[in-house]
């Protein structure tokens, strides 16, 4: 049971930075305009050597912005809660910490993918057709490889609950 728990900690750790730092950076998108090389991200956009701001409100990168805003919250909740669950002195006998985490990492997921989901679906149906020559980038990438890391964070900690609750069933050994 402490090893599930203690992968699903690794992955959630792994996972809560690469969504901080897939959300912060400015790498989601690599493209050429007017000859030089450009990019952007949720919150600036560079071109020559110059980052600005997004002043622009845009649904799209305003609910990429949300949710993947909400994944990082959802998954730093399941590494709370995953960290309680090595003291498994609950108040409430029914309420077990390790499927709290294990849920909270599975919403964390739900969230990011739908952060991917939406950039991705815009990206390639609008700003695909308006630059020729772009490509994804690697902020985008590791938001793809946190959702795939939160998603084996939540499957450890199912794991762990239900070994917790096998053994709870059956009695001590």
């Given at each position: 049971?402490?090893?599930?728990?203690?992968?699903?900690?690794?992955?959630?750790?792994?996972?809560?930075?690469?969504?901080v730092?897939?959300?912060?950076?400015?790498?989601?998108?690599?493209?050429?305009?007017?000859g030089?090389?450009a990019?952007?991200?949720?919150w600036?956009?560079?071109m020559?050597?110059k980052?600005y701001?997004q002043?622009?409100?845009?649904a799209?990168?305003?609910?990429t912005?949300?949710?993947?805003?909400?994944s990082?919250m959802?998954?730093?909740?399941g590494?709370m809660?995953g960290?309680?669950?090595?003291?498994?002195f609950?108040v409430?006998?029914?309420f077990?910490?390790?499927?709290?985490?294990?849920?909270?990492?599975?919403i964390?997921?739900f969230?990011v993918m739908v952060?991917m989901a939406?950039?991705?679906?815009v990206?390639l149906s609008f700003?695909?057709?308006?630059?020729?020559?772009w490509?994804?980038?690697?902020?985008?990438?590791?938001?793809?490889?946190a959702?795939?890391?939160?998603?084996?964070?939540?499957?450890?900690y199912?794991?762990?609950?239900?070994?917790?609750?096998?053994?709870?069933?059956?009695g001590?050994?």
């Amino acid at each position: 049971m402490y090893s599930f728990m203690g992968g699903g900690l690794f992955c959630a750790f792994v996972a809560n930075i690469l969504l901080v730092v897939s959300t912060a950076t400015d790498y989601w998108m690599q493209y050429r305009l007017s000859g030089s090389y450009a990019h952007q991200g949720l919150w600036r956009y560079c071109m020559a050597n110059k980052c600005y701001m997004q002043t622009a409100s845009i649904a799209y990168w305003n609910a990429t912005r949300a949710f993947m805003i909400l994944s990082s919250m959802a998954c730093f909740g399941g590494i709370m809660a995953g960290i309680l669950s090595f003291a498994q002195f609950s108040v409430f006998e029914r309420f077990n910490r390790s499927f709290a985490a294990g849920v909270m990492f599975f919403i964390s997921t739900f969230f990011v993918m739908v952060a991917m989901a939406i950039y991705t679906g815009v990206t390639l149906s609008f700003l695909g057709k308006r630059f020729g020559d772009w490509r994804f980038s690697w902020s985008y990438i590791l938001g793809w490889v946190a959702m795939l890391m939160t998603f084996f964070a939540g499957i450890f900690y199912m794991c762990a609950h239900r070994m917790y609750e096998s053994r709870r069933v059956v009695g001590p050994r």
